[in-house]
T-cell receptor
Framework: KAGVTQTPRYLIKTRGQQVTLSCSPI?????VSWYQQTPGQGLQFLFE???????NKGNFPGRFSGRQFSNSRSEMNVSTLELGDSALYLC???????????FGSGTQLSVL | KQEVTQIPAALSVPEGENLVLNCSFT??????LQWFRQDPGKGLTSLLL?????REQTSGRLNASLDKSSGRSTLYIAASQPGDSATYLC????????????FGKGTLLTVNP
């Protein structure tokens, strides 16, 4: 069974641009969540999607948004990039309420 | 606001030693708690998941405990090996079925041959 796949693996953008990250969950998993990881703040929850609906959202500005498609694949978008958005963005999927989260390898975003 | 604290921030041990990593959390309404391992530049690998109704979980050389009343969890690693070297993170879920994990900053473990 293939794991959680995130693309691209690395991204370099400049301030003010926007970026879209993609996540394909494990087959059969309907829940996809996104996390931001930085050396200073550690791992922080961004949002979770289930069956195309956002169920939970972390404390991030509106520049951060996401969506989920009918095949459970998810995208995350960050608009008007700031230097502080440089981070490792991790996507995770799970199959049920009491099940473990499975993480992808992440997308390393650098904002110059 | 939920907070998760992990102590120590870094730990270096000789191969073969048994060790304990600590995690404390502030939210008594915890739904479950997970321990993860992260290798440099990689994503997270789930090690153990403990439901709020459970006291411990075991997988191979790993044993995780959960004490809701004291707000603490421990990860015990038996007979440590150099391949165990990684950052270990604990995360509590207080969002119920709407999964929302709050992570600690992690413990960087180095096992020396």
């Amino acid at each position: 069974k293939a794991g959680v796949t995130q693309t691209p693996r690395y991204l370099i953008k400049t301030r003010g641009q926007q970026v879209t990250l993609s996540c394909s969950p494990i087959s059969g998993h309907r829940s996809v969540s996104w996390y931001q990881q930085t050396p200073g703040q550690g791992l922080q929850f961004l949002f979770e999607y289930f069956s195309e609906t956002q169920r939970n959202k972390g404390n991030f500005p509106g520049r951060f948004s996401g969506r989920q498609f009918s095949n459970s694949r998810s995208e995350m978008n960050v608009s008007t990039l700031e230097l502080g958005d440089s981070a490792l963005y991790l996507c995770a999927s799970r199959g049920g309420t009491n099940e473990k989260l499975f993480f992808g390898s992440g997308t390393q975003l650098s904002v110059l | 606001k939920q907070e998760v604290t992990q102590i120590p921030a870094a730990l270096s041990v000789p191969e073969g030693e048994n060790l304990v990593l600590n995690c404390s959390f502030t939210d008594s309404a915890i739904y479950n708690l997970q321990w993860f391992r992260q290798d440099p530049g990689k994503g997270l690998t789930s090690l153990l998941l403990i439901q709020s109704s459970q006291r411990e979980q075991t997988s191979g050389r790993l044993n995780a405990s959960l004490d809701k009343s004291s707000g603490r969890s421990t990860l015990y690693i038996a007979a440590s090996q150099p391949g165990d070297s990684a950052t270990y993170l604990c995360a509590e879920n207080s969002g119920g079925s709407n999964y929302k994990l709050t992570f600690g900053k992690g413990t960087l473990l180095t096992v020396n041959p």
